[in-house]
């Protein structure tokens, strides 16, 4: 059981009908091209495994890490990246996928980082939107689910490394665990 400190914001039915929908946007969009789909670790990990398989083009999957938050809940601004690409995204239809889009400051950097490998189109796919978070003019092409603010883990995101494995989304406020 979940202690205090865990308010269910997004549940996992809620979740499913959202990336069924972003599945078939991006099958309409990409219609008689080949996707090659890059996703952002470890956040998600979940969210890019049950949309890869929301999507009937053909697609290949490559990833990413790259961390921007440290050790508490505060976005940095800094960017690092830990993992590049294996394959070239030269003349590609790149679609990145990421957890959740909160200050802008990681896609961005991301986006710019690959365009300068010639991408024949490069989008940004997010399961959740947190729109009070942003600090930049940054906007991702496809969105799950738009919240205003707090920070959430379940399904992919993480405190601490803890919680990934929820199925839902939970807004989460560490000084209240015991
Ligand atoms: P941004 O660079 O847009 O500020 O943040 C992007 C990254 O920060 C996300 O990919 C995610 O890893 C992390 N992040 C942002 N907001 C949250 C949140 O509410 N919960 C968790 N667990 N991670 C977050
Ligand atoms: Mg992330």
Redesign the pocket.
Known sequence: MLSQGFVKLFSQEQIARQVRRLGEEIDRDYAGRELLLVG?L???FLFFADLVRAISLPTEVDFVR????GPQ?E?T?L?EFRKDLEMSIAGRHVLIV????????????LCEHLADRHPASLKTCVM?D?RR????A?EADYTGIRFDS????GYG???QEA?RNLPDVYL?DPSQTS
């Open positions: 952002v470890k956040g998600a790259v961390a921007s938050y809940c976005t601004g960017v990421d957890d959740i889009l909160d200050s802008g400051y990681t896609l961005e950097a959740l947190k978070g942003r600090k930049t940054f707090g920070f959430v883990v995101l993480d405190y919680y989460f």
